[in-house]
């Protein structure tokens, strides 16, 4: 593994480390890599691991989603685990995107039209979608059509629609998938497939279910046309755990994964009591890889999760560093991937859509195979997962009456360590029921967060697309909900 992208890899300059500095506008315009005369393939290399450990870095994921949707709580610092976000977090997420990975896609997009190489352009196209549908789905309404076209002299973009947005990243993804030629021209300088475009075409159709089955309750007429196109029985998606869209970090200084980088240096994080208590009574064997024993007491007999939300006086009450569990191995190693879709997230959305009538099909056989692939995920051996999926608290006959409770349930628990999407998919199915943090700020209304807060710095560089866009999807809080989410 190590082979297929060290040379690129090491060669790279290292800037993994965001920070939570505000810049002004001009930066979301500005590509600090100079790829405008790059080699394409260091420019996906840097392109695929700083946009993917930002995807997983402090801000968007470790503080944020992954906190809100209780897979992880904190024991000291615990403002964002009571929905108290930073200001500077809001900023570096929406600089980090827009001035650096959507720059990166999209002049390897330009490249591959200029070249003649269709499938370096497809592979821009799948990942400029990927991180815009990140975008929208953090804060809503976005640049989009106007973004990075600073050669355009557009400085300050309007905000689409999240409804524009999402039609035109499905748009993109399916001429993506037109563009790709399996024996065609070479990808170089690719981690996430290593240049198999067979594997690019499966995830921009699974990428193309996800984002479809995201909005089929605001726009069901795209969503069933994009879910009849994409479930037709011809269209390739992913098969197998070998199929899983996944950036591989190295174990060397330079490349590690962004969540053992944070440890070196801080011990704030630990697994949420929400999550070790629902493995614990469903006995599921997902429980000792997501977390680890308590480093003190009787270590080999329970974990200790850490309710969400507490004041940092009463988490240093539970003598939380050392009687409490840490994050598990398979989430915190120096090369523990980072995971974008797995084919056990294609399944449930097959369950789901099949149970809805978007399509024919068998809801509870794919619920059961989505169950199964999770496990098969974490080398969980097939007799544990039938012991597992034969209890009465697992088994479920999927039907169009249970569908959201018992994929939200399970699908949240396979989305553990994905803390985006999670969050994202919990929105749009309203399960598992969560409670709100224990000691949650004002600014969350009693509520757990559904959105993100634009960065200050839109009111004062780009104030009128900004006033626009929150007089259009509502004011700028936490609360509001976006298009999508209808219920």
Known sequence: ?????????????????????????DALNTNPNNATAGNPAYILTNAEKDNIYRLFDVPASQDGALLIVQHWAKVQYTDEDRYAFRPGSYQSIWDGFYANGLQDFNELIRQGQATNNPNIQAVGLIMRSYFFSVLTDLYGDIPYSEALRLSENILTPK?????????????????????????????GGDVIYDGSMTKWKRFANSLRLRLAM??????????RTTVSEVLNGTTPLLTSNSDNAQFDFLASASNTNPVYFNRLTRDDHRVSRT????????????????????????????????????MN?????????????????AFTAADAPGVLMTYSEVLFLKSEAIA?????????????????????QYGISATDAATYL????VAATITAANYKQ?????KWIALYGQGIEAWSEWRRLDYPNLKVAASPVAAAAGKIPVRFRYPQNEQSTNNTSYTAAVANQGSDVLTTKLWWDKF
């Not at 809805?356 to 098969?376: F, H, K, M, P």
């Not at 018992?406 to 399970?410: E, K, T, V």
């Open 1 to 25: 593994m190590f082979s297929k992208y060290s040379k690129l890899l090491l060669a790279l300059p290292v800037a993994l480390s965001l920070g939570a500095c505000e810049k002004d506008f």
């Open 159 to 187: 905000y689409d629609t999240q409804q524009q947005v999402y039609t035109g990243i499905l748009a993109e993804l399916k001429s993506a998938d037109g563009l790709i030629q399996a024996n065609g021209p070479e990808v």
């Open 214 to 223: 995201r909005i089929i309750d605001a726009d069901p007429s795209l969503a």
């Open 275 to 310: 999550i070790t208590s629902r493995l614990s009574r469903l006995n599921d064997p997902r429980l000792g890889i997501y977390a680890d024993h308590p480093e003190t007491g009787d270590s080999t007999a329970f974990y200790r999760g850490v309710p969400n939300g507490l």
């Open 313 to 329: 006086a009463d988490a240093a009450a539970l003598g939380a560093f050392s009687s409490t569990s840490k994050v598990g191995s």
């Open 356 to 376: 809805r009538g978007l399509v024919t099909g068998n809801a509870t056989t794919e619920y059961n195979n989505a169950i199964r692939a999770s496990l098969d």
């Open 390 to 393: 034969a209890q009465p608290s």
């Open 406 to 410: 018992a994929i939200g349930n399970q």
